[in-house]
Nanobody
Framework: QVQLVESGGGLVQPGGSLRLSCAAS????????MGWYRQAPGKSRELVAT???????NYADSVKGRFTISRDNAKNAVYLQMNSLKPEDTAVYYC?????????????WGQGTQVTVSS
């Protein structure tokens, strides 16, 4: 019932920038966490950044100072501004939405968007 749609991926040169967007729709609990995860070929999915409804953020050490996560609660949208991109940032980036209702935990994922950093 909850759907996440990502956009903004692409091919950029090292040092370049990209802005990823994700819009959620459906039955979404008002208090939630949205974030971005990524998965490179041959590697497991890893956390990139998360942001709560009240704006508390969390970043992976590898992206601190380069990436900025933000959200628009009215639109149920989350964004990831990626600057100073490195080849090691190359991965499929997935949008995530999580919340707890009653005693159940819910987790939803977008389809993923490819980010390639190469010269």
């Amino acid at each position: 019932q909850v759907q996440l749609v990502e956009s903004g991926g692409g091919l950029v040169q090292p040092g370049g920038s990209l802005r990823l967007s994700c819009a959620a729709s459906g039955s979404i609990f008002s208090i939630n966490v949205m974030g971005w995860y990524r998965q490179a070929p041959g590697k497991s999915r890893e956390l990139v950044a998360t942001i709560t409804t009240v704006g508390t953020t969390n970043y992976a050490d590898s992206v601190k100072g380069r990436f900025t996560i933000s959200r628009d609660n009215a639109k149920n949208a989350v964004y990831l501004q990626m600057n100073s991109l490195k080849p090691e940032d190359t991965a499929v980036y997935y949008c995530n939405l999580g919340f707890t209702r009653s005693i159940m935990k819910y987790n939803y994922w977008g389809q993923g968007t490819q980010v390639t950093v190469s010269s």
